[in-house]
């Protein structure tokens, strides 16, 4: 099942169940970013803003669902913006556990240089959840272990083998079996990955396989995925392709109909009487 739902968020959202959604992916319009189609909030406003819709999103989303958000403070009068901390203050004010973030190293950033500081080549990636226990499938997104951990053994002082003897069994002196004698090993917090060059159709867009690694290592097969600022439709195309249900909502009329078309989906629209949700009378365009 895929739905795409046009127009705002903040009232698209009602059309969707409560506690229905395993994985929310999503990144909506930055601080004073894309005026020209989503209004260009500014970070006094975001707050207010985005409040409403995070409300909505913790609704929907399952107990054991993931919220995933991929924000950027911005520098105003050459100091970095606050609003990201803000908001995640407030969205844990809301409720939400905000429970890791991720860092989305940007591979193939050009460089660049202003009087007082260098290019961003990195953007966060904000996990929220609704309680300490929700799903994570660790070993779908386990990378080639190479010989770093024969390398790091070669020196290994007794002082590494009696160190970090964590509670979970992550330290050496506790469970080296997590990352000594495997040939995959698991990744961190840290993704390198390029950004979207040759999308013609979107400025934003996200690469594939950063939905990708959120959708594999959150959801099974079956599971619905939900991107309520959709854009040129990246997550709701990949969670498709890996057999996940998949929810976009646009309010640019021709990213829908661009996703709309990808898909071959009939367009889906509020009917107006009871909140439900109906396929408009037309066919997808093939």
């Known amino acids: 099942m895929n739905k795409i739902l046009p127009g705002d968020a903040k009232t698209q959202l009602n059309q969707i169940e409560d506690d229905s959604i395993d994985l ?21 406003e975001y707050l207010n803003w985005f409040l409403p819709i995070g409300r909505q999103l913790r609704r929907v989303l399952k107990p054991s669902g993931t919220f995933i ?15 990201v901390m803000e908001l995640i203050l407030a969205m844990r004010k809301q409720g939400w556990l905000w429970t890791e973030e991720f860092i989305w190293h940007k591979k193939n950033s050009h460089p660049g240089k202003w009087p007082n500081r260098f290019r961003d080549s990195w953007e966060r990636l904000l996990q929220f959840n609704k309680q300490r226990d929700f799903k994570m499938n660790q070993e779908a997104v386990m990378v080639p272990m190479g ?14 083998k009696t160190r970090d003897n964590s509670r979970v069994g992550s330290g050496f002196g506790k469970n080296i079996s997590n990352w000594v004698g495997r040939t995959m090993a698991y990744p961190s917090n840290v993704l390198h990955l390029a950004t979207e060059c040759n999308n013609k159709n979107h400025s934003a867009a996200f690469p594939e396989e950063l939905p990708e690694w959120f959708i ?21 195309i990949v969670a498709n392709r890996l057999g996940r249900n998949a929810i976009g909502i646009e309010i640019v009329p021709e990213y829908v ?27 997808a365009i093939r």
């Open 69 to 83: 958000l991929n924000i950027k403070e911005k520098v105003v009068d050459g100091e970095r913006s606050t609003y």
């Open 24 to 44: 929310i992916v999503t990144s909506p319009p930055y601080a004073d970013q894309r005026k020209s189609t989503y209004g260009g909030i500014s970070p006094e």
């Open 257 to 283: 109909e661009m996703v709309k078309e990808k898909l071959a989906l009939p367009l889906f629209e509020s009917n107006g009487k009871n909140g439900q949700i109906e396929p408009e009378r037309r066919h």
């Open 216 to 236: 594999k290592l959150f959801t099974d097969g079956d599971d619905t995925v939900l991107d309520p600022f959709m854009g040129s439709g990246t997550t709701v």
């Open 147 to 160: 010989d770093w951990a024969k390398s790091r053994l070669r020196n290994l002082s007794e002082t590494d």
